[in-house]
């Protein structure tokens, strides 16, 4: 993990996700981490021994003095090896709500995308501006499909989903016809 996040950088997180089976379904568990500066410091000076089956456990080498056997110090006491635990740190996961919609059924699955889905989609979001309904890709990638929009109309559409722009009063009418509404 600390070769990763060294390469990435400190923005790097692993996250673990964990299906925890029940009577009712089953409830979905994430839990994310990060390595401690310590952790990728100690990587790229060569601190760790390299490993061919993962254990938990770091083996550490002092990479000045080699042939020192408890080459680190761990709870007070001389050690050849750190539990992993040690160099993790809790990241918090906060709810968000993005920039984009994801209410438009998505293409290859069991609901299938129409005019009706197109119309209810516009309907769930009429509180927002024009633009910022139409911001989901699927919905965008169907719009894509139809043979009312050509390129050009697409490429002014997602800008204007893009931007966040007011979207020009003819590309409404044309989707506001293939909605039905």
Not at 12 to 33: I, K, M, P
Not at 40 to 47: E, F, I, P, R, S
Not at 71 to 88: G, Q, R
Not at 131 to 148: C, T, V, Y
């Amino acid at each position: 993990m600390a070769a990763m996040q060294d390469e990435i950088g400190p923005k790097s997180v692993t996250v673990l996700v964990t299906w925890d089976a029940n009577d009712h379904g089953g409830n979905v568990h994430f839990e994310a981490f990060q390595c401690s500066e310590q952790a990728v410091q100690l990587y790229k000076d060569g601190w760790f021994v390299p490993e061919t089956e993962p254990s938990g456990v770091s083996k550490m080498q002092n990479p000045k003095e080699p042939n020192v056997e408890q080459a680190v110090i761990v709870a007070s006491k001389d050690a050849d090896s750190v539990d992993n635990d040690w160099f993790l740190c809790a990241c918090a996961i906060l709810d968000h709500a993005g920039p984009l919609l994801t209410s438009f059924p998505v293409e290859n699955r069991l609901i299938p995308q129409s005019a009706s889905s197109l119309r209810d989609h516009l309907r769930k979001h009429s509180s927002l501006p024009y633009s910022s309904r139409l911001a989901d890709l699927h919905l965008l990638l169907w719009l894509a499909g139809q043979p009312n929009l050509d390129q050009g109309d697409m490429l002014a559409v997602a800008e204007a989903v893009r931007d966040k722009a007011e979207l020009m009063e003819g590309y409404k009418v044309i989707i506001d016809s293939i909605a039905g509404v």
